[in-house]
Nanobody
Framework: QVQLVESGGGLVQPGGSLRLSCAAS????????MGWGRQAPGKQREVVAS???????NYADSVKGRFTISRDNAENTLSLQMNSLKPEDTAVYYC???????????WGQGTQVTVSS
């Protein structure tokens, strides 16, 4: 059973940085695309960054140049370095994995990120 546990959220001032981490277990994640989604109050969940099993990365325009995603296949971990944070980045951030062979996806429980002065 796939389990995803996020950590690293919190309160940060505008312009600050946070690093999110996701510990994955229950499968062989080298065959998965891994990514981060977020959901702000009253808005739909959106994927903001992803990295394929080949290491190709993709970012939403809203975070491009500020967020960096990385994965460690040996440790089954995923990270999201978030710099130059803005109030509009406030949301619950979720770890997301998709098996590129079966197409099945999973979400973690989420971690709150609040950007406010």
């Amino acid at each position: 059973q796939v389990q995803l546990v996020e950590s690293g959220g919190g309160l940060v001032q505008p312009g600050g940085s946070l690093r999110l981490s996701c510990a994955a277990s229950g499968s062989i994640f080298r065959d998965y695309t891994m990514g981060w989604g977020r959901q702000a109050p009253g808005k739909q969940r959106e994927v903001v960054a992803s990295v394929s099993r080949f290491g190709w990365t993709n970012y939403a325009d809203s975070v491009k140049g500020r967020f960096t995603i990385s994965r460690d296949n040996a440790e089954n971990t995923l990270s999201l370095q978030m710099n130059s944070l803005k109030p509009e980045d406030t949301a619950v951030y979720y770890c997301h994995v998709v098996n590129e062979v079966t197409g099945r996806g999973y979400w973690g429980q989420g971690t709150q990120v609040t950007v406010s002065s």
